[in-house]
C-alpha cells in the first residue's frame, strides 16, 4: 500500500530548511504521498530513510524492460487490480513463436506485417520468442541474429541447453532479450548468465509456491530483472495462477510475486488460441506467447488490448481537425461531427462510402458523443464557430454551408448565430448520410 504522509513524514529531519521547495517538512511528506515530489528533493534526508521509504513507496510489480531502443518494451510497474480504480499502465505484450527449425527468413516477412491501423489507432506485435527447437547452437545463434537484424521486435530466448543459449545470447546481447527460462534444476547457472550480458530473465516454477522459493533465491543472487511463469498451461489453472500472482503483490505486497508474469498458450487452433490469449490478457499476463502469426487472429486480441489499456476516465479522441475525404474542392460540403473517435470514424466511413467528396469537422468536445456533448453544453454554437475559425474552413469552400448531425438540430438557429454560416440539417443516423449526399450533392 502507498505510504501515507504521516508515515513518510516520520522518516524526515524535520528541519523545515525549505531546500525541498516547500516551506515545512510536512508539506514536502504531503506532496511526496500525492506523487507530487520525489525523496531526492530533500536534500538532508538520512540514506537509511531514503532507502527505508523508497522501499515502501515502490509500486508492487516492478518495472522491467525487454529490448533496447527502439524494440524496447516496458512490462509491469501496475498498481491495480481493476482498471475501474485506476489505468493499467503497461500494455500486455503479444510475442509470436518462431522456431530456430523454421525458414527464418519467411517468418520475419510475415512479422513485419503484423501492423495494423484502425481508427486511427495504431497496433503492433511487439516481440518474437525463439525456440531452440533443432538443439544446434549455431543454428540458435544465427536464428537469433537474423530476428535482431531483421525486425523491431524485441527478443525472447527458449532454450534448455545452456550452452546454446549463451551462444545466442553472447551474438545479441546488446538487444537485451528476455532470457527464457530459470528453473529448479538450472536457476543458479541461468542467472550467472542474465548478469553476465545483463539481461531480463523468466523464472519458471511447478506452481507458485515453487515459484516464490525461485524468484526468493534469484534475488538473493544480485538478478533483480525478472518475468514470472507458474509452469501451468491449462487455461483454468493459469487464470488462476495469473490472478494470484497480482492479488499478492498489488493487496499483500507479496515482493517474490511483485514481477511481470508470462503466459504460453497452448491450444492448437488458431481461434481457440486467440480467445485463450484474450483470457490471459485480461488477467494478467504481462507478456503472452502465441504460435499463430495470423493477422485476422491478431486484429482482434490487438483491439481488445487497446481498449483495455486506455484510461477508462478519458474517451478516446481524434484530433479537432477539418478531414478531407476524398478529392474535394471548393463546393464539397462540410459534415459537423464530434471529436468522440467511434462517432467520427463511422461518420468517415459513411462520407466515404457516399462517393462526395466531402470535409468532415470534429469539434472538440471532450472525447463525447453528439447527443452527450449536446446534452452536457460541449456542441453548441460557439464551439462549432471555434472550430471553423480554427480550421479556416472559409479559405478551403466557397459556400458558408455546414451540416448538422440530426440529432441536434435544435442547435439549428444558435449555430447560424454564432458562425454566420448557413446549416443544413443532416441525417439523425451517420447510416443515412450516403444517401443524403447523393440526393443534395451528386
Known amino acids: 500500500m502507498a505510504l501515507t504522509g504521516l508515515e513518510i513524514f516520520k522518516q524526515l529531519p524535520k528541519k523545515n530548511t525549505g531546500d525541498c521547495g516547500f516551506p515545512t517538512c510536512l508539506a514536502f511528506a504531503m506532496a511526496v504521498a500525492a506523487g507530487k515530489s520525489s525523496l531526492d528533493k530533500c536534500p538532508h534526508i538520512t540514506e537509511e530513510a531514503k532507502e527505508t521509504l523508497g522501499a515502501a513507496a515502490a509500486p508492487p510489480i516492478k518495472l522491467v524492460k ?18 475501474h480504480d485506476k489505468r493499467f499502465f503497461h500494455p500486455t505484450a503479444i510475442a509470436v513463436l518462431i522456431k530456430d527449425t523454421d525458414d527464418v527468413a519467411a517468418k520475419l516477412e510475415n512479422f513485419k506485417e503484423l501492423e495494423f491501423d484502425r481508427v486511427g489507432l495504431h497496433y503492433r506485435t511487439d516481440m518474437v520468442a525463439l525456440t531452440n527447437d533443432s538443439g544446434d547452437s549455431s543454428k540458435f545463434k544465427a536464428a537469433a541474429e537474423a530476428i535482431v537484424a531483421g525486425s523491431k521486435a524485441a527478443l525472447i530466448l527458449i532454450s534448455e541447453d545452456l550452452a546454446a543459449m549463451e551462444s545466442a545470447v553472447a551474438a545479441v546481447a546488446g538487444s537485451k532479450p528476455l532470457l527464457y527460462a530459470a528453473e529448479s534444476h538450472n536457476y543458479e547457472a541461468m542467472t ?11 523464472v519458471k516454477g511447478e506452481g507458485l509456491a515453487e515459484l516464490a522459493e525461485l524468484v526468493e533465491k534469484i534475488t538473493k543472487l544480485g538478478q533483480k530483472d525478472l518475468v514470472l511463469d507458474s509452469g501451468s498451461r491449462a ?7 495469473l490472478t494470484q500472482i497480482r492479488r499478492l503483490a498489488v493487496k499483500k505486497r507479496f515482493r517474490p510475486f511483485g514481477y511481470p508474469t508470462i503466459a504460453f498458450t497452448s491450444k492448437e487452433d488458431a481461434l481457440e488460441e486467440v480467445v485463450q490469449a484474450g483470457v490471459y490478457l485480461s ?18 486480441l490487438e483491439s481488445w488490448r487497446q481498449n483495455l489499456f486506455t484510461d477508462p476516465q478519458k474517451p478516446i479522441q481524434v484530433e479537432s481537425k477539418a478531414v478531407a475525404v476524398g ?12 471529436n468522440f473517435s467511434l462517432t467520427y470514424y463511422i461518420v468517415e466511413g459513411e462520407v466515404e462510402s457516399s462517393k462526395v467528396p466531402s470535409y468532415i469537422l470534429p469539434v472538440n468536445t471532450d472525447g463525447t458523443s453528439v447527443l452527450t456533448a449536446w446534452a452536457a453544453g460541449k456542441l453548441a454554437g460557439e464551439s462549432i464557430a471555434k472550430a471553423l475559425k480554427e480550421n479556416d474552413m472559409e479559405s478551403k469552400v466557397n459556400h458558408k454551408t455546414l451540416i448538422l448531425p440530426g440529432y441536434v438540430a435544435v442547435l439549428s438557429g444558435s449555430t447560424e448565430e ?3 454560416w448557413n446549416v443544413k440539417v443532416g441525417p439523425r443516423e451517420a447510416s443515412g448520410i450516403t444517401k443524403f449526399a447523393k440526393e443534395n450533392y451528386a
Open 66 to 83: 525487454v529490448g533496447a531502443g527502439n524494440t524496447e518494451v516496458e512490462l509491469g510497474d501496475e498498481t491495480e487490480l481493476f482498471r
Open 327 to 338: 478529392e474535394v474542392t471548393p463546393e464539397s460540403p462540410v459534415y459537423i461531427t464530434t
Open 418 to 420: 454564432a458562425t454566420g
Open 192 to 202: 550467472a548468465l542474465a548478469q553476465k550480458y545483463q539481461c531480463p530473465l523468466a
Open 283 to 300: 488477467k494478467y499476463a504481462s507478456i503472452i506467447v502465441l504460435k499463430t502469426d495470423k493477422k485476422e487472429t491478431l486484429l482482434p
Open 235 to 241: 487455461t483454468s489453472q493459469v487464470l488462476a495462477d
